[in-house]
């Protein structure tokens, strides 16, 4: 088995943050796997906090914690030279230790040889050494909804998320499917799809979304755009290995170019569309667009329902911010599940 | 510099071989590099011949050459025991080895004994170790061609090597740019596109064909298909990271279905052509398709020619074999030079 799991329940390390915008792991990981998460652990300088119990490595251990994970990401993405002792203290109260950060825990030396003479694992999301056969387009049992995008990091992980809770809501059978860091942290398994070998992108994904009960939906997670000149590759191959039957097209409100490279206009939601159903019928020839996900948390609320109304419209479809959730957002969990 | 560059010219190694089957890569080497092919070096039971002079590889090493090319894949891939006699010779005579097999050469013991203690290198081009940046999307100076397919394995890198040679013949400046193994081995340089991890597939191939002078061309293998559910993301990276000037769409007579996917029907030629049109003018929006390159090898000549005339007249483009050539080629060649 190649898809990443991760030891749950979590302990969530802050370091010795002052800045909440550093620890979005440890919120997100709040919000999206409270149920799955004992407390946090901070060194005595920090002054944020995740609302959760404050707990030692030995006390999140004995109500059942089987990791500690890095919730933070001070600007390099190196472990701090200064948390070192805490982390062995977790490893020594018997937890593995997850991060996502860019140095590699194996990476530091003392780590390596704790976890080694404990029997601990360390586990980086970010680089994860995962094989996957190459993908054979056979169709699976269940349904399959992809999230994707006009652009990278407008939405695509939040939106998966919460379509994945509504349908469970409404009791629909559901499972939130991770392809990135974050993601997998949150679920707790999944693919760094952006990580794997070219070959094998739409193998991962077949993986990533294997038979399941015919009334079950996967919810995946999309990563990068089929517009976007450097990740369109990753975009198409998990596109065809997911074979989805329903889209939704994550959009933010006011993004005319490709992030970071502005002679890249990208293209209308209209056309986004199309190409993407067009492409994506070669795995799924019934394959449906949803609807529309806008990010539309630079604008007041009356000029985000304008929007939303005015693609809707325009596109005879569902456009909600699942954000600011409400009818409109209902709508687009009816219209996925065809209802 | 992350594109991969092998020791030219070779010698090229027949083991044992009784089977010319076997020996494609050689005989691609001969056809394709002749001209960096100083002769060819076998065991005394091998009964094929590339018609290259028989050299050791002593005499080899004394012509120029700067490696042996493992020239045979005998079922398997696997480096065969008694051939390690001849590598240790070849790596004592001051030849590197090159090969394309499933067996790295690293994990021959001897080998990589023997080379670390000559100071040889040992390449294996088929998982080469290569790092490369996310793309960019930023313009190069130079022309591009991109051999694209509706399908794997029909033609796509003689393509590229017959158009190179075409245009060059033509006194039109004019690379060949290999993606795959024995591309790279026939070009001595180049990327193994499928072996490139997910994030890198467009930066990969923007650093293969980087800036040039105006008038000069880069003609690239292409890799996969952007219709088959396994490889079309290798293939969508490739066209993006390439921001081709002209596609040329490889096609074989007869072939209906993906290669060894029966149930996934090939599109037909006009809709391949203008799926990729659209997904490449992302990069490059004054891209356009030179022609169609037909394999017609299961055809008898009358057939063949009624059937490229057909395309032709239907598409409204030239329509050729560069196996056969002819004035159909001519025209290929013409109008992907725009001439």
Redesign the interface.
């Known amino acids: 088995m190649s898809i990443l799991t991760l030891p749950q329940p979590y302990l969530l390390f802050l370091g010795d943050s002052v800045d909440e915008r550093d620890a979005k792991t440890a919120m997100g990981l709040r919000d999206w796997a409270g149920d799955r998460c004992v407390g946090e652990f901070a060194l005595a300088t920090a002054t944020i906090t995740t609302g959760l119990p404050r707990l030692t490595p030995a006390a999140a251990r004995a109500r059942g914690a089987q990791s500690l994970v890095i919730g933070v990401a001070p600007a390099g993405g190196i472990v701090q030279p200064n948390w070192v002792p805490a982390l062995l203290e977790a490893l020594r109260a018997g937890l593995d230790l997850v991060s996502g950060m860019h140095t590699r825990l194996e990476d530091v030396p003392v780590l390596r040889s704790a976890a080694l003479e404990l029997g601990r694992r360390l586990i980086d999301v970010r680089k994860p050494r995962q094989t996957f056969p ?4 056979r169709r699976r049992s269940g349904r399959r909804l992809l999230t994707v995008g006009t652009d990278c990091a407008l939405g695509k992980k939040y939106t998966a998320l919460a379509l994945a809770r509504a349908f469970n809501e409404r009791d629909v059978p559901a499972t939130f499917r991770a392809t990135g860091q974050t993601g997998i942290m949150i679920s707790g398994s999944g693919v760094a ?7 094998f ?3 991962a994904a077949e993986e990533l979304t294997p038979d399941a009960a015919a009334d079950h939906w996967d919810v995946v997670e999309g990563q990068g755009s ?2 976007h ?10 596109l ?2 997911t074979q989805p039957d329903v889209i939704v097209m994550c959009h933010e409100a006011g993004r005319e170019s ?1 992030h970071g ?1 502005p ?2 206009e990208l293209p209308s939601l209209k056309e986004a569309i199309e ?1 993407t159903l ?2 994506a019928r ?2 799924n020839p019934g394959v449906r667009c949803g609807g529309v996900s806008l990010n539309t948390v630079t604008l007041s609320e009356e000029a985000a329902n304008a929007l939303l109304e005015r693609h809707s419209a325009e596109l005879g479809m569902p456009c909600a911010d699942p954000i600011r959730g409400g009818p409109r957002f209902d709508e687009l969990v009816s219209a996925c599940l065809g209802a």
Request: charged share 10%; hydrophobic share 50%.
């Open positions: 190459v993908g054979t387009g799809i952006d990580s794997v070998v070219a070959d992108i739409a193998g089929l517009f000149p450097a990740y369109s590759g990753v975009s198409l191959g998990l065809h290995g490709v490279l002679d890249f190409v067009t492409l070669r795995t």
